[in-house]
């Protein structure tokens, strides 16, 4: 059993009805259906498990899986703020599929914003969350089978339904978090670095310095 998992499988069944959000016209959120042609959908609800069975159905259509850590939330599971090693290991193992890590951040109060929509891995300032997210990118790419990561909001955004923000690299009048987007830079960087070392053949991998 795959456990704690939930994933985003692209393949060519049939078209699924899911729900997304778009912008409200009060500078929030809004759930609108959202017609996904060719994208198969495993989501983990309430607790429950990725059973075998649906994954080893599910696998032989697809080229790799977009893994969502959504039960971060939940005490019993790693934090959102820490790579979940054990989550990829098992999705990685149960499915032989290269793996991208998708709509994830790791958020911290702002002035504006002091809450966000992720309290249960909320850091307490914009240092500790650009540190974390370094962290958290080096070592999810010091696996191979990593391919991609994709940060969650690029800009902040007020979600009134929930009463609080998703945090971006930018504020929302433009200006950049410094600490955060150099903190990504620098884990980018190093992947690179990295990626490209072991392409022409060097056995440099990833420093401890970063």
């Known amino acids: 059993m795959v456990r704690r998992l939930v994933v985003i499988l692209f393949t060519l069944i049939a078209p699924v009805v899911a729900r997304s959000q778009e912008p409200d016209r009060y500078g929030g959120w809004k759930d609108v259906p959202l017609s996904a042609s060719g994208a198969f ?7 429950r498990d990725l059973p075998d069975q649906v994954l080893s159905a599910a696998v032989e259509h697809v080229d ?3 893994f969502y850590n959504d039960t971060a939330n939940i005490a019993i599971y790693t934090p959102g703020d820490r790579y979940p090693s054990q989550e990829i290991t098992e999705l990685r193992e149960a499915s032989g599929k290269p793996i991208m890590i ?9 002035e504006r914003y002091p809450k966000s929509i992720w309290p249960y891995h909320q850091l307490a300032s914009e240092a500790e969350a650009a540190e ?13 089978y990593v391919i991609g990561y994709m940060r969650c909001q690029y800009i902040d955004r007020f979600s009134s339904r929930r009463g609080a923000s998703k945090l971006g690299l930018l504020r929302d009048d433009g200006t950049p978090y410094p600490l955060l987007v150099e903190a990504t830079r620098r884990a980018s960087k190093a992947v690179r670095e990295s990626i490209h070392a ?13």
Do not use: P
Request: proline residues 0%; hydrophobic residues 35%.
């Open 41 to 47: 959908r495993i989501e983990e609800l309430g607790g």
């Open 64 to 66: 790799a899986i977009f």
């Open 102 to 110: 998708c709509d994830h951040q790791i958020s911290s109060a702002t």
């Open 132 to 144: 974390a997210t370094n962290r958290f990118i080096i070592e999810a790419f010091s696996r191979t």
């Open 198 to 210: 072991e392409l022409v053949g060097s056995n440099q991998g990833f420093s401890k310095s970063h």
